[in-house]
């Protein structure tokens, strides 16, 4: 049974290796294979949670055999509770959390249509100006012409109306 545990956590830790050296190149040679797994009812079924449940098996069965006088049965037990104990916080507290932390802050010029900026740059009539705009990663400059064909004077807040060749097209907001 030694053995089959020293198995167990080799594989594990030989896992845990290959993963962190080749992640990427397997990620990119299996070409979204395996990616009926990231669906909400398998999220559990991550391989970072199964791989430590598995080394942890291993580890505690040595461990229990080792230095402990139980029979096969109460270690093999025992080690699977372990392994259910770690594995459970591996879940809760790093694969899920890092699942939900996948985040792009890139965007669309398009996607500051709407939303309310700030001219950091004075809009003169028929000329390019520049105002400032929130978006979900922080804050942007982008380029800005007058909407209404008016000058817009530097502080002013503005909504951005269209976007028109690149150029974010604002009109100035009433408070």
């Keep these: 049974m030694l053995a089959f545990y020293w198995g167990l956590l080799l594989t594990g830790a030989l896992f ?3 993963t962190v050296v080749f992640g990427d190149l397997l990620s990119n040679a299996l070409d979204g294979l395996l990616d009926f ?6 999220q559990w079924l991550q391989p970072m949670v199964i791989f430590s449940a598995i080394a942890t098996l291993g580890g505690a069965g040595i461990l229990l055999t080792e ?8 270690v093999f037990v025992l080690s699977l509770l372990i392994s259910i104990a770690v594995a459970v916080p591996v879940y809760l507290f790093y694969v899920r959390p890092m699942d939900n932390s996948e985040n792009s802050v890139a965007f669309s010029i398009r996607d ?3 939303r309310i900026g700030e001219v ?9 100006g520049e105002v400032l705009v929130r978006t979900t990663g922080g804050l942007t ?9 008016e000058s817009i004077e ?4 503005v909504v951005a109306v269209d976007v028109r060749d690149g150029v974010l097209l604002v009109s ?4």
């Design 154 to 157: 530097s502080g002013a807040r």
């Design 172 to 175: 100035r907001l009433d408070s």
């Design 120 to 128: 950091s740059v004075p809009i003169p009539v028929g000329g390019c």
């Design 67 to 74: 230095y402990t006088g139980l029979s096969a049965a109460t």
């Design 16 to 18: 845990a290796l290959v």
């Design 37 to 42: 797994l990231s669906g909400d009812w398998l």
């Design 141 to 149: 400059n982008q380029i800005a012409e007058s909407f209404d064909g």
């Design 112 to 114: 500051l249509v709407g």
